[in-house]
């Protein structure tokens, strides 16, 4: 079992950044993959990028790529979402995720789930 808690979101302009944190208790965070995926008013829930346990692999979002970074430190049982040049698109409630070892792009295959951080850009 492992709980997660997201930290970080809150209004931003267009351009502007933020870093979203998710801080993991319970089991070793370094034996799970860690997503963050989210979902805008009315719209169905979104990959937005995930990490492999050790932080070798990462994969994104075609949508956000060369915006937002994925990061962890295992050592503090925390995986970041360094979000830049944020766009009134990328308002949504965002969650992350965790699932053994292996990264997935699948909400599906995550079993475990974060409150989630409201997230909202404007123009």
């Known amino acids: 079992q492992v709980q997660l808690v997201e930290s970080g979101g809150g209004l931003v302009q267009a351009g502007g950044s933020l870093r979203l944190s998710c801080a993991a208790s319970?089991?070793?965070?370094?034996?799970?993959?860690m997503g963050w995926f989210r979902q805008a008013p009315g719209k169905e829930r979104e990959f937005v990028a995930a990490?492999?346990?050790?932080?070798?692999?990462?994969s994104y979002a075609d949508s956000v790529k060369g915006r937002f970074t994925i990061s962890r430190d295992n050592a503090k049982n925390t995986v970041y979402l360094q979000m830049n040049s944020l766009k009134p698109e990328d308002t949504a409630d965002y969650y992350c995720?965790?699932?053994?070892?292996?990264?997935?792009?699948?909400?599906?295959?995550?079993?475990?789930w974060g409150q989630g951080t409201q997230v909202t850009v404007s123009s």
């Open positions: 319970g089991r070793t965070c370094s034996t799970y993959a």
């Open positions: 990490i492999s346990n050790l932080g070798v692999r990462t």
């Open positions: 995720a965790a699932r053994p070892y292996i990264i997935s792009l699948l909400g599906t295959e995550y079993p475990y």
